[in-house]
Nanobody
Framework: QVHPVESGGGLVQAGGSLRLSCAAS????????MAWYRRAPGKQRELVAR???????DYLDSVKGRFTISRANAQNTVYLQMNSLQPEDTAVYYC???????????WGQGTQVSVSS
């Protein structure tokens, strides 16, 4: 079992920045893939960014150039630096940990990000 715990959400004005953190604890030594997803009101959950233990990253097209995912492997911690936030970024952001990279994912409880215009 892996237990991701998010922090860092909040309310910010358009153009502002937030940094999300996620620490994953549990009975694993290392986690292959860590990722951030989001679910906006009335929309389906979508992948925002993910990063492998080797540092490979993928981003949702709409956040490229604005968001940066990074991780501290030794601590099984992942971060999401969000700059130039827009109202359409408003959502609950979830941390996901895939220890073996096989699609079996453990989810955090989510943190609210709200961007006002």
């Amino acid at each position: 079992q892996v237990h991701p715990v998010e922090s860092g959400g909040g309310l910010v004005q358009a153009g502002g920045s937030l940094r999300l953190s996620c620490a994953a604890s549990g009975s694993v030594f290392s986690i292959n893939v860590m990722a951030w997803y989001r679910r906006a009101p009335g929309k389906q959950r979508e992948l925002v960014a993910r990063i492998t233990s080797g540092g490979r990253t993928d981003y949702l097209d709409s956040v490229k150039g604005r968001f940066t995912i990074s991780r501290a492997n030794a601590q099984n911690t992942v971060y999401l630096q969000m700059n130039s936030l827009q109202p359409e970024d408003t959502a609950v952001y979830y941390c996901a940990a895939d220890p073996k990279g096989d699609g079996i994912v453990f989810w955090g409880q989510g943190t609210q990000v709200s961007v006002s215009s």
